[in-house]
């Protein structure tokens, strides 16, 4: 009788154990963010590039507000 007991605490202090790993994965994932977000903020958006791109004058305000048309569509 008494094996029977541990082979059950056993299987509760396993289950219990696997439970808080993934917990401790899935909060180590949300707090750096995970790799969408890190993307996000390596690369600019795109309204952000079309922004910086009519400020250094590279595109006409006609064409700045066709392209801002295009990507928020």
Request: charged fraction near 20%.
């Amino acid at each position: 009788m008494m094996m029977g007991l541990g082979l059950i605490e056993l299987f509760l202090v396993g289950g219990v154990l696997l439970v808080a790993v993934i917990i401790g994965a899935v909060v180590l994932v949300s707090k750096t963010g995970g790799p969408r977000q890190q993307q996000e903020q390596n690369h600019p958006a795109p309204r952000q590039i079309l922004d910086a791109r009519l400020a250094r004058g590279e595109i006409t305000q006609e064409e700045y507000n066709q392209l801002r048309s295009e990507i928020e569509a």
